[in-house]
């Protein structure tokens, strides 16, 4: 039996191959969806909506729990993330996003539906949060590993890698390779540097944005050597 990986390891190899990390297609989503619902306690269908809503945005589940309807434009079905719930020493708070600056983030025609059945259940409260336990509780991480029992069940399905992060590694793997031009790709995820974001894009996509790069510097170069001689 292999030795567990170390943790700054994983973090190490998310950072360098987060495609790697992604769920294949949107069959796997819904049923991880799903098995997570019929695994958890009264079946919440709640934990399956964080899942769904999670992974089609690429947001992290932090930020999914800071959502609020008044966060949603129906109108452009767009979700301007503005905060993340994360733990501190007295309890659960709301702050920033980890990029201190908000972003706007598509919300596709796969989750309308959900979103519109969230609104209602809160009566349209623009205060009211999106996304909360059974209880009402604010959600993070950890609770949702918990109250589903998220290792047993990603283990039953053959994706014993996967983690709660690994929905948004999801969303951004699946964007990059619908098309979406990489500097608008950072702009849905937030990443400080374009070389974070690249790392999404598929190699082949990568290898003819390198060999962009390689024309453009032989263009330049002739014409820096013209310039010396007149």
């Given at each position: ?19 790697s990390l992604a769920l294949p297609d949107w069959h796997t989503l819904t049923r991880l969806a799903d098995a997570l619902v019929a695994n ?36 452009e079905w767009t979700w301007t993330v503005r905060r993340q719930t994360t733990p501190s020493p007295g309890g659960l708070v709301d702050k ?135």
């Amino acid at each position: 039996m292999h030795p567990p990986i170390p943790w700054d390891k994983q973090a190490e190899d998310e950072l360098d191959d987060p495609r790697s990390l992604a769920l294949p297609d949107w069959h796997t989503l819904t049923r991880l969806a799903d098995a997570l619902v019929a695994n958890s306690s009264g079946e919440y269908q709640g934990w399956g909506d964080v899942v769904l809503f999670a992974a089609c945005t690429a947001a992290r589940i932090g930020e999914v729990s800071g959502c609020r309807v008044k966060d949603i434009n129906t109108d452009e079905w767009t979700w301007t993330v503005r905060r993340q719930t994360t733990p501190s020493p007295g309890g659960l708070v709301d702050k920033g996003t980890k990029g201190k600056r908000a972003r706007t983030v598509p919300l596709i025609e796969e989750i309308r539906e959900l979103v519109q059945q969230r609104i209602a259940a809160v009566n349209r409260d623009p205060d009211a949060r999106l996304f909360v336990g059974p209880r009402g509780g604010r959600i993070t991480t950890a609770v949702l590993r918990d109250v589903t029992g998220w290792d047993d069940v990603v283990g039953k399905l053959g994706y014993e890698h996967l983690r709660r992060h690994d929905l948004r590694h999801t969303g951004l793997t699946w964007m990059a390779d619908a098309g979406v031009p990489v500097h608008h790709l950072r702009k849905i995820a937030g990443h400080g540097s374009l070389t974070t974001t690249q790392r999404y894009l598929h190699p082949d996509r990568q290898s003819v944005t390198d060999a962009g790069d390689l024309l453009s510097k032989h263009l330049r170069a002739p014409r820096r050597a013209n310039l010396r001689a007149v």
